[in-house]
């Protein structure tokens, strides 16, 4: 593995797989790494069949992945636990078969997401807020990160880094509900915006502080579309955000990890 320099040396990169029939679960845009090359934490493996890419975080790194038609995975093995998130559509054949193959190469499959995506303007509970809910400021970042470590899981909670944070915050993209006991975490995505983050401490949940802070976040982005991923084994999250107007939209996403 090589560290990536800058920004340049990692156009090049993606430049030489931008090919036909391509499958990947990388963004293209050399601008969603710049912290993370800054921060010396990118690697690349560059071979005959495709490239990958690896976003060292502590004590783990998550892969992403080029795979060119016809070729077969490198021989490489990791020397960290890694995740690999693997989102695709019923009709994307290709992605199906390199999940397939990175399942051979030694990825155990953890779990699966479910995307929903609610319409603007959509139906929601229109009842008041629980709980008061605030916009979280720059000051907040200490019990914005403490509360979503607490409810979510390191390696494949995908949760925002420290500089992610302090871009959201100041954008008024968190808010925080029931004395910071629960905060929802929000990100612009394509066309609108995607329901990153709802964690709720366990002292207030079942009370409603998840429904107050959706029902803020939708008076506040409910006019554009909106999206969110749930774990498919997550009865109660899918149930709150069906509730809310969100539907499923076909695409899966696979998260394995191998330690």
């Known amino acids: 593995m090589e560290q990536i320099q800058n920004e340049e040396a990692l156009s090049a990169l993606l430049r030489n797989q931008l090919k036909p ?11 969603a790494y710049l912290h993370e090359i ?41 020397e960290l636990p890694t995740v690999l998130e693997i989102a695709s559509r019923p009709q994307d054949a290709a992605l199906a078969a390199a999940q ?23 139906t929601a509970v229109s009842k008041s807020p629980a709980f008061p809910v605030r916009t979280a400021g720059p000051e907040d970042l200490p019990q914005v990160q403490a509360l979503l470590l607490a409810c979510f ?35 612009p995505a394509a066309g609108g915006t995607e329901l990153r983050h709802l964690a709720v401490s366990p002292l207030l949940r079942r009370q409603g502080a998840a429904q107050s802070l959706i029902t ?4 506040q982005e409910g006019h554009r579309i909106s999206r969110v991923w749930v774990r498919q084994d997550n009865e109660a999250a899918l149930a709150l955000y069906h509730k809310n ?3 499923p939209d076909s695409w899966t996403s696979r998260v394995y990890c191998l330690d």
Do not use: I
Request: aromatic residues 12%; glycine residues 14%.
């Open 245 to 247: 107007g969100y539907r």
């Open 216 to 219: 803020a976040y939708l008076r």
């Open 100 to 122: 397939q193959a990175w399942q051979r190469y030694g990825f155990p499959l953890l779990f699966s997401r479910l995307r929903m995506t609610r319409p603007p303007g959509g």
């Open 153 to 187: 899981d390191v390696r494949t909670g995908c949760l925002p880094t420290a500089w992610e944070l302090k871009e959201d915050l100041p954008a008024g993209r968190v808010l925080l509900g029931g004395s910071g006991q629960a905060v929802l975490h929000q990100a």
């Open 21 to 31: 029939g391509v499958a990947t679960n990388a963004p293209w845009r050399p601008d």
């Open 38 to 78: 800054q921060a010396g934490r990118l690697y690349a493996h560059v071979w005959s069949g495709g490239l990958l890419l690896l976003q060292q975080r502590n004590g783990f790194q998550r892969l992403r992945f080029f795979l060119q038609p016809g070729g077969s995975l490198p021989d490489w093995r990791p």
